[in-house]
């Protein structure tokens, strides 16, 4: 297959992902100490590590690993439907929905935690659903040592499993140990470290505040994405729109006439519902009193949620009528066609500087004794990354024009030594600008 279909897969690193290389090509024995160094947990890390040693450090193979967890995301959202409306070919029919889904192909090409994240989240759900109380609480052991934030979707099942149980709390205390016992032991040995991270990153966020509601952000860019044409786009964000009113106007109806049947997906899925909500409720709150935490990327696992619930509203929606559940039919069939274009065109698109371009066309260039410096301290990480893999060897240093600039979450990776306040004079320096161009400075 030529690379220009799967191009988002073969672009170079951007910061976050040579953040995670730097980290992962570490030997055992230094690895610990240097994952200890981030804001994120080390599952994703660890597992890039062994990842990386056997399929090499390139672009394609080290962000398949988020492909895979991608596609175990969409298995067991396909499990959860399939359990939901007890019919495995309508099951298959909808699964489409979150395998094309533009907005998680972006990150299923990422060499990031947040594909593995949002499948996590999904199988500790799915076994929840089943029953199987032991593997779901593994799983959740597993998000706790993955993403920080996966302690509000932990959070959210807690609340919603209290609200569940309410009346019959003590009888169930063996169940809520099963289920909440192995998690909360991770997180309380992760305790002190996250104490410790949280109180440094309060002091300087690089996350803006969201528009308020939240929910509202996060929904334009579940449906809307970002790597394909505007056309397309806007065509798949109204039919969701469409899709999405549709089910939430049934399911208000459904609250306020209920039929009193002993179970239906109607009523199984408000689970869904909840831990859709729920984490991006929790998000606002924390925003409003410490410092914003919301980033689209942080509730990816609201999304397959929420299209099962959306999915489970439609069907039950369909059997009222033969004439609209032929609409409904109608539209998701072009909802899904559209999501085939955005899916082609979301892989066949770039976004990253293109920053080892950049520096292998200064190496063929400079002399032994320039250095390279990039034009913004955010751009360090990946040009640290591909100087480190290059057979010629030249400095690279990070310019900030204050020491207090270099305060920053962010800069954590950049050590003292590597840290400039003026530029040398009596040395060439080449500048890459946040675009992936570069020149030599003074000649610009």
Known sequence: MPKSVLAIFYQDYW???AISLLIASKNLKEFFPFAAKDIHPPLYYLLLHFWIKLFSESEFATRSLSLICHLLLVFFSYQILKHLLKNRLISLWITPSILLNPFLIKYAAEARAYSLFGFLVIAAIFFYLKKRFFLSSFFWALTIITHNISLLYLTSLAIFWFWQNKKRFRKKIRQFTLIFGLPILVFLLRIKFIWSQSA????????????????????????????????????????ALALILISFFYWIIKRIYPQKTRKSPDQQSLILVFLSFAPLVLIESISLIWIPLYHEKVVI???????????????????????????????????NFTLAFGAKETLAATSKPPIRQAVNQILLKAKETDIIIPESPLNFPETKYYLNKSAKKLPVLAFFKEPEESFHVYYIWIEPEERIYKYPQDQNVWIITLDGKYFLRGNQ
């Open 15 to 17: 910061r976050d992902e």
């Open 301 to 335: 696992p609201s999304l397959p949620l929420f299209i099962i619930w959306i999915a489970c509203a439609l069907l039950k929606l369909g059997k009222i009528s033969r004439s609209l559940k032929l609409s409904l039919v109608f539209l998701a069939l072009i909802y």
């Open 200 to 239: 440094r990153i309060g002091q300087r966020f690089w996350i803006k505040p969201a528009p308020f509601p939240i929910f509202l952000t996060a929904f334009k860019a579940f449906f809307q994405g970002q790597l394909y044409s505007p056309k397309t786009r806007m065509l798949n964000y109204r039919l």
